[in-house]
């Protein structure tokens, strides 16, 4: 089932309304580093972020090192070889409302 790519506009709109993440993987995906006191904000902070990303089932890429924590998002079913969604900017909102 393929979801459709978002368009260089709304992908715009979407960093406009959320500065804090940056484009990645040349357009296909968007970016944030979140910074926490220790491993284990950071760590409750994933456990929020699963269950968000569960409920919408739509899961991020993500990497984890101490009380820092890199997400990744991009909807693989979108164009041919993945790229940017509505699910991409649905998740980003949640995630950026935890913060």
């Known amino acids: 089932m393929s979801v459709p790519e978002l368009t260089a506009d709304e992908a715009?709109?979407?960093l406009a309304a959320h500065p804090e993440w940056t484009l990645a993987r040349e357009g296909k995906a968007i970016a944030r580093t979140f910074r926490?006191?220790?491993?284990?904000?950071?760590?409750?902070?994933?456990s929020r972020v699963a269950l968000l990303a569960e409920t919408q089932d739509h899961h991020p890429e993500w990497f984890n090192v101490?009380?820092?924590v890199e997400v990744t998002l991009t909807t693989?079913?979108?164009g041919e070889?993945?790229?940017?969604s509505a699910r991409d900017a649905k998740l980003a909102a949640a995630i950026d409302a935890l913060v």
């Open 76 to 78: 693989h079913d979108a």
């Open 66 to 68: 101490y009380n820092r």
């Open 12 to 14: 715009a709109a979407l």
């Open 36 to 46: 926490f006191k220790d491993f284990s904000e950071s760590w409750g902070f994933m």
């Open 81 to 84: 070889s993945g790229g940017l």
